[in-house]
């Protein structure tokens, strides 16, 4: 690990100055993803600035009948919370589906949402990685690439973005508040938060330099049952193969509407907007979830090692989709 300065941070926007102030410098809340990076040397921060001590870990209605969920609030206290599990069960859902429970205990909300891929060649300082190291390759192209996307990725870069609480965010239609060095705000829809990989897999978020994210706003809940289904390796601490966040609203027989969002297949949380479109005003039954779910993946690209993700992903998207129906 190398030498860096630390500091912690009395308040927002003077967080986002002294990381903006300092080459190198970084925001440090819980520590779960960056600690691990700079054990590794993926992270070589210069300067930390604790904000895990700001007062942004509460949970506030919004006067548009939503939630205002602090960024320094824990995940397991977010999961737990009774108007989370109750209005935004898919959410808790996601969240309890995530990582350990100790780790739920020092992630962030903020952080969890800014976590780095955990593809095995990003950790790795002695292969090519253009996410680490712009311009070096991607050794996953042509090598263990089991994990990898099949979506929304290219010949610069295959790894996926690992949150699950970003997946049911993106379901939901949240929004992300964050303050810049000069003490303005501004408000990003979940799904530009984070970028495509595209030609520059290192530029990860929309997020500028020295900008902090402060609060994730939900709006009002949508009607409609919602579900949060992971498939992985194994039962628990284990990152998605696939994962699907689904909230359908069906009435006699057939679905009114349908938000869709899909994990462990893109870099970034993927709103399976196509879908969404085939299932409007179709008939609650299996030859609708397949349609839905063909074209959720019609643009898929596997490779040797994922190509399976395709067939899981629709069969866990059908799936989905059939007991969000039955249970409403």
Request: aromatic letters at 4%; proline letters at 8%.
């Amino acid at each position: 690990m190398q030498p860096f300065t630390y500091e912690r941070a009395v308040d927002a926007q003077g967080a986002a100055a002294a990381v903006a102030a300092r080459p190198g410098a970084r925001f440090i809340a819980g520590g779960t993803n960056l600690l691990d990076l700079m054990k590794l040397g993926v992270e070589r921060p210069t300067h930390l600035v604790d904000i895990s001590r700001l007062p942004l870990d509460r949970i506030e209605p919004t006067p548009e009948g939503g939630l205002r969920i602090g960024a320094q609030l824990r995940n397991s206290d977010l999961a737990a919370d009774p108007t989370v599990r109750q209005r935004y069960p898919v959410l808790a859902q996601a969240l309890l589906a995530g990582a350990s429970g100790q780790i739920r205990n020092k992630a962030s909300t903020g952080g969890n949402l800014l976590q780095r891929t955990r593809c095995p060649y990003f950790q790795d300082l002695a292969l090519p990685c253009n996410k680490r190291s712009p311009g070096s390759g991607c050794a996953a192209l042509d090598g263990f690439n089991r994990m990898h996307a099949v979506l929304g990725a290219g010949d610069d870069c295959i790894a996926v973005h690992p949150s699950d609480m970003a997946v049911a965010l993106a379901a939901l239609d949240a929004r992300i508040e964050t303050i810049r060095p000069d003490g303005g705000t501004r408000a990003i829809p979940v799904g530009e938060l984070h970028r495509p990989a595209g030609t520059t897999p290192d530029v990860e978020t929309a997020l500028d330099p020295g900008e902090m994210i402060t609060a994730v706003v939900l709006p009002p809940p949508p009607p409609g049952r919602q579900l949060y289904r992971k498939v992985r390796d194994r039962a628990s601490y284990a990152f998605a193969l696939v994962s699907v966040a689904a909230i359908v609203e069906a009435e006699g027989g057939r679905i009114r509407a349908a938000r869709i969002a899909l994990g462990g297949v893109a870099p970034k949380p993927w709103r399976a907007e196509a879908a969404e479109r085939a299932l409007a005003g179709a008939s609650a039954a299996d030859d609708s979830y397949r349609e839905a779910a063909a074209a959720a993946l019609a643009d898929a690209q596997g490779r040797p090692g994922n190509d399976f993700k395709i067939q899981l992903a629709q069969r866990t998207l059908r799936h989905t989709l059939a007991a969000a129906v039955e249970r409403a």
